[in-house]
Nanobody, 126 residues
Framework: QLQFVESGGGLVQPGGSLRLSCVASGFTLEHYGLGWFRQLPGKQREGISC????????FSTDAVKGRFTISRDDATNTVYLEMNNLNAEDTGVYYC???????????????????WGQGTQVTVSS
């Protein structure tokens, strides 16, 4: 079964950067859509970035567009989230997940992602 392990979270000052990694095991990611999600305190989990292997067009929601970038390395079964210019409103738990049907454009299919990792905590504070 496909499983993910996220890493790279931590405490960072406002304006700082982090790079999250998510390594998959159980399957190769070549034929999966991949996404990053987050759960902010007191809120539901939301999709923020995704990328399908069919078009390799990364998408990010308005909340993180221009600051966060998703990328994938199918050779190492890893998906990344580069996060820049972080602010306190980005504090939360970040998860990766996969869409086994690799739907495009991926931005319309956040609700279909599955195989969640355990999450990694990101805290933005001075």
């Amino acid at each position: 079964q496909l499983q993910f392990v996220e890493s790279g979270g931590g405490l960072v000052q406002p304006g700082g950067s982090l790079r999250l990694s998510c390594v998959a095991s159980g399957f190769t990611l070549e034929h999966y859509g991949l996404g990053w999600f987050r759960q902010l305190p007191g809120k539901q989990r939301e999709g923020i970035s995704c990328i399908s292997s069919l078009d390799n067009r990364p998408f990010s929601t308005d909340a993180v567009k221009g600051r966060f970038t998703i990328s994938r390395d199918d050779a190492t079964n890893t998906v990344y989230l580069e996060m820049n210019n972080l602010n306190a409103e980005d504090t939360g738990v970040y998860y990766c997940a996969a869409d086994p049907h690799n739907r495009i454009p991926c931005k319309y299919y956040f609700n279909y992602f599955e195989n969640w990792g355990q999450g990694t905590q990101v805290t933005v504070s001075s």
